[in-house]
């Protein structure tokens, strides 16, 4: 499996914006494909993202659409969520996931597909 180490998580105002970055080692970046989760205060965690290895294809949850976009830096083995126009109800804790087969959007939303889990990274929406 592959580690990995969230950051860039804090407390910004609805409209404002945020990147969180993911550093990824212990395995061959590469070849995993990437992702983010979250999970706000009393609610499921669910997907948000996800980036093939080569990074040809992309997904995104509808709620973040048009707002947030996720990206890699196969140099510095890092994987970003960069969000923008952020609002309350994107307050939630961020994770970081990867896994190295991927599959259509409806595999690829469930937390069960994803084998390799960051520790998380707070993210507070003030309105």
């Known amino acids: 499996q592959v580690q990995l180490e969230e950051s860039g998580g804090g407390l910004v105002q609805a409209g404002g914006s945020l990147r969180l970055s993911c550093a990824a080692s212990g395995r061959t970046f590469s070849s995993y494909a990437m992702g983010w989760f979250r999970q706000a205060p009393g609610k499921e965690r669910e997907f948000v993202a996800a980036?093939?290895?080569?990074?040809?294809?992309?997904y995104y949850a509808d709620s973040v659409k048009g707002r947030f976009t996720i990206s890699r830096d196969y140099g510095k083995n890092t994987v970003y969520l960069q969000m923008n126009s952020l609002k309350p109800e994107d307050t939630a804790v961020y994770y970081c996931v990867a896994e190295s087969s991927w599959g259509i959007l409806a595999e690829m939303i469930r937390t069960t597909r994803w084998r390799s889990w960051g520790q998380g990274s707070q993210v507070t929406v003030s309105s």
């Open positions: 980036i093939t290895w080569r990074g040809g294809t992309i």
